[in-house]
Nanobody
Framework: QVQLMESGGGSVQIGGSLRLSCAAF????????MDWHRQAPGKQREPVAS???????NYADSVMGRFTATRTRSGNAMYLQMNNLKPEDTAVYYC??????????WGPGTQVTVSS
């Protein structure tokens, strides 16, 4: 079992920055992938960034060049640095991990609001 908790969300103006954190607890040694997802009002949840155990990161086209995802090798934390934020980045951001057994875990989410 893995428990996740996101933090760092808030309200920011267009062009501003935020840094999200995700803390993982429990059986973190079994974690393989650590990902960020987001869900905007009235839309489906979508992947934002996916980090592998080897350190590679894949980004959604919409955030490429603006967001940077990092993680600890131990799997106990993950971060999302978000720069040049746009109104379309407004969403609830979720931390998601997958372990060696193929199980997925989700955090409760943290709200990010970008406005003029």
């Amino acid at each position: 079992q893995v428990q996740l908790m996101e933090s760092g969300g808030g309200s920011v103006q267009i062009g501003g920055s935020l840094r999200l954190s995700c803390a993982a607890f429990g059986s973190i040694s079994s974690i393989i992938n650590m990902d960020w997802h987001r869900q905007a009002p009235g839309k489906q949840r979508e992947p934002v960034a996916s980090t592998s155990l080897l350190g590679s990161v894949n980004y959604a086209d919409s955030v490429m060049g603006r967001f940077t995802a990092t993680r600890t090798r131990s799997g106990n934390a993950m971060y999302l640095q978000m720069n040049n934020l746009k109104p379309e980045d407004t969403a609830v951001y979720y931390c998601n991990v997958r372990d060696q057994g193929g199980y997925e875990y989700w955090g409760p989410g943290t709200q990010v609001t970008v406005s003029s």
